[in-house]
């Protein structure tokens, strides 16, 4: 093969690759509580000794929050640290093509925006030109907050 062959099949499979990773996986789940400690048992037990110097106990959380008037929806799933958010994924599930773009755009952006702010302090606004999205991500992040909260409703939610 000479070398712009090589090149040219390296780009088409580097390309699928990438495609592949960064697909949507399509989830309908609301509220679902992921513990990142190696047992359920072992967070379980230590969810009140997290919460003495925590308003949310440390874990990973996933919500689907809805905005419009259609209505549109993305699921968003964030890890919490001593109420910090130490990383967040937006999967977005719109249909038509130029609310999939801008969902995408705004997943894109979430991350640079709340990684590293308290969870009580995260509310965004207009990203990456999508001005609707924000609204069910703010939604989303309102239904971790009442799951996260210690000594709430979401305590010993598994």
Not at 3 to 18: D, K, M
Not at 61 to 73: M, N
Not at 75 to 102: E, F, Q
Not at 128 to 154: K, V, W, Y
Request: hydrophobic residues 40%; aromatic residues 4%; charged residues 15%.
């Amino acid at each position: 093969m000479t070398t712009l062959s090589t090149r040219i099949v390296f780009t088409t499979i580097a390309g699928i690759s990438a495609s592949l990773v960064m697909a949507p996986s399509w989830t309908t789940s609301m509220a679902v509580v992921h513990p990142t400690s190696a047992s359920v048992a072992g967070v379980i037990r230590s969810r009140s000794a997290l919460c003495k110097d925590s308003i949310y106990a440390d874990g990973v959380y996933t919500a689907t929050g809805t905005y419009g008037s259609l209505p549109s929806s993305i699921t968003v799933t964030v890890t919490l640290i001593n109420d910090v958010i130490t990383a967040a994924r937006v999967i977005p599930h719109a249909t038509n093509p130029t609310s999939l773009d801008l969902q995408r755009g705004f997943a894109a952006a979430v991350p640079a925006v709340v990684v590293g702010k308290r969870i009580d302090e995260v509310k965004v606004g207009r990203l990456a030109g999508s001005s609707g999205t924000p609204d069910g991500f703010n939604a989303a992040i309102r239904l971790i907050r009442e799951q996260a909260r210690c000594g709430g409703r979401g305590e010993g939610r598994q």
